[in-house]
């Protein structure tokens, strides 16, 4: 087997029916021995029987598999062990694949020899964005968009990698530096505090780029669409995604500081006053839209302070 497209799915199986369909129609990959993969995260939505319709109806190869442990990593991990692909990708239930993905991903790995490859992530054009969005375009990378432009590269794993939402692995990648770490990532639907959390390919690309001169490959025709859902464009999603990283970056961080207050770094209590003051300045001189980008940078300040109180008092 050449390739498998991994779905990690959980509670969305009205999403199921157009992500799948649009893998069907991929193009130009009559010569690639390929199949899909749907890991359920524990759904209990009916998405088991969704999987099941549409693998009759679709004419593709369509396979089920259940991870009942809660956790996108768990599932990534499950994604990699069910697969049979020789690469194998990752592409969410919210994301439209387009008709040459498959083959530009998989023509990227045979002419690169490369370890992992990722492509463009642009927003669903039919979902309209609020004002505050296009006032930071830079929020637009908080809700998977990615796009490096029209030339292929390599990537270096640490300040340019793919996104979660269209990244593909040869399986060399597995052996070198293992599997997820599924402390990492988002926990069930993402739309409590304690469910959004990001930054687990992160991680991982880090680990590759660390473990070995890994080919790390952009490749820009292969373009996905990410249908962005409604709780995503609140100003609530993005405080709590800034907020989270920064909780977990601290928690998990082993570094020994020689000046802590309960726990803390001393100097963040300064930094964390200079960003209070200058979002102040802002909110008041150009306004709450102007401002939030700078209040999501005191949220992440405030949650890596958290973060490493926690780590203090942790077992």
């Given at each position: ?48 029987e969704e999987v099941a319709r549409l693998a009759q109806q679709l ?38 694949v387009s008709e040459e993905w498959l083959a530009a991903l998989y ?195 405030v949650g890596t302070m958290m973060g490493y109180r926690k780590r203090?008092?942790?077992?």
């Open positions: 087997m050449d390739f498998t497209a991994i779905i990690c799915t959980y509670n969305r199986r009205q999403n199921l029916e157009a992500c799948l369909g649009q893998l069907a129609r991929q193009k130009g990959v009559e010569g690639v021995a390929w199949e899909v993969l749907v890991v359920d995260n524990n759904s209990s939505d009916g998405s088991a004419p593709i190869v369509i396979r089920y598999a259940h991870e009942p442990q809660q956790g996108l990593n768990y599932a990534r991990n499950t994604g990699i062990r069910e697969s049979r692909g020789r690469c194998f990708s990752y592409v969410d239930d919210d994301i439209m023509e990227a790995f045979v002419r690169e020899d490369a370890d992992a490859v990722g492509g463009r992530i642009r927003l669903d054009p039919a979902i309209p964005l609020p004002g505050w969005i296009h006032a930071h375009p830079e929020l637009k990378g908080f809700l998977g968009f990615q796009d490096f432009g029209d030339e292929p590269f390599r990537m270096d794993g640490v300040k340019h990698y793919p996104y979660g939402g269209n990244m593909a692995f040869h399986r060399r990648v597995v052996e070198r530096i293992g599997y997820f770490n599924p402390l990492l990532g988002r926990k069930g639907a993402g739309q409590k505090r304690s469910e959004l959390f990001k930054g687990a390919e992160t991680d991982y690309f880090h680990r590759l780029a660390a473990a070995c001169d890994a080919r790390i490959v952009y490749e820009p025709r292969a373009i996905v669409y990410h249908r962005v859902m409604p709780f995503q464009l609140q100003k609530r999603y993005f405080r709590t995604i800034h907020f989270n990283a920064g909780y977990q970056r601290a928690l998990h961080d082993q570094s020994a500081f020689p000046r802590t207050l309960l726990g803390v770094p001393l100097f963040y209590f300064p930094q964390l006053a200079r960003g209070v003051a200058k979002y102040l300045v802002q909110l008041l001189t150009q306004g709450a839209d102007a401002a939030f980008r700078q209040q999501m940078n005191v949220g992440h300040m203090r008092t942790a077992p």
